[in-house]
């Protein structure tokens, strides 16, 4: 997996800005342009590596549509067990762009996202960082806790949450929805490594695991619950399922 080597700026705006996350992350700050890849804080901030770009911005594109009409993500809803109240306590396991984790969190839940890939915890906390000032993204952002650490590490506390998302990075030719974003997210990090290996073996209550709608489950592990959509099908697995 690559990951950013550095922080940049060129513009002092974001001198102390790049600074707090040089010294949150333990990175090198710079404004010479360092060896590929980096990140570049500015008013797009983005990770340059092999002479691509890749960029999450929720203020714009089709993720800006998702989060103004979040209360139609059906799929998602079904999939972690939505109610209204109370609200779960969800292990975002592959944090990624942090689109998933963000959506539970205008959905009221609180949600621990947890992404080993340093340069897409500083894009995600960008993210957040650039949306507008209301209340209401305000209030989302305060129920999502932020960590750089690799999620193998929660195996044994894993029933401490009501949910266990798991959404790993599969193969693009399946022609599963992933977006361009996504695309490029796939060449940046160079892994297919998928979390959910590991953690079906832990002690969760409840599972989703995002798979390609012609993802192929092995038997001997039947999820208790399915939730098709036209590109992608949530896996559910509930370990008590009389609860
Ligand atoms: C397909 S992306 C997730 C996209 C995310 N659901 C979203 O909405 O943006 C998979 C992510 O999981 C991360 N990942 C994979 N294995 C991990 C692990 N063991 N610990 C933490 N993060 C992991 C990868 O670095 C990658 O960013």
Do not use: W
Request: aromatic residues 10%; contains cysteine; proline residues 4%.
């Amino acid at each position: 997996m690559s990951d950013v080597n550095a922080i940049y700026f060129q513009n002092q705006t974001f001198k102390n800005i790049a600074a707090n996350y040089a010294k949150k992350y333990n990175l090198p700050l710079t404004t010479k342009i360092p060896i590929t890849p980096f990140i570049n804080i500015s008013d797009e901030t983005f990770i340059s590596f092999d002479e691509l770009s890749l960029k999450n911005n929720f203020n714009e594109g089709s993720f800006k549509n998702r989060i103004i009409n979040f209360q139609r993500e059906n799929l998602l809803k079904k999939a972690i067990g939505h109610k209204k109240k109370p609200y779960k306590k969800i292990l975002d396991v592959t944090g990624g762009l942090g689109h998933d984790s963000f959506l539970f969190a205008l959905l009221g839940h609180e949600v621990t996202l947890v992404e080993r890939n340093t340069g897409l915890c500083i894009l995600f906390e960008e993210a957040l960082r650039n949306l507008p000032k209301t209340t209401y993204f305000e209030k989302a952002k305060s129920k999502i806790n932020v960590l750089n650490e690799n999620s193998e590490k929660f195996l044994n506390e894993l029933d401490i949450y009501d949910v266990i998302y798991v959404d790993p990075m599969f193969d693009i030719k399946s022609k599963a929805g992933r977006s361009g974003q996504l695309n490029t997210m796939q060449k940046y990090l160079s892994d297919q490594s998928d979390v959910s290996i590991t953690l079906i073996g832990g002690n969760f209550k409840r599972m989703v695991i995002k798979r390609p709608i012609s993802f192929n489950q092995s038997k001997s592990l039947k999820p208790q619950i399915t939730v098709k959509g036209k590109a992608v099908v949530f896996h559910v697995f509930l370990k008590n399922p009389n609860n």
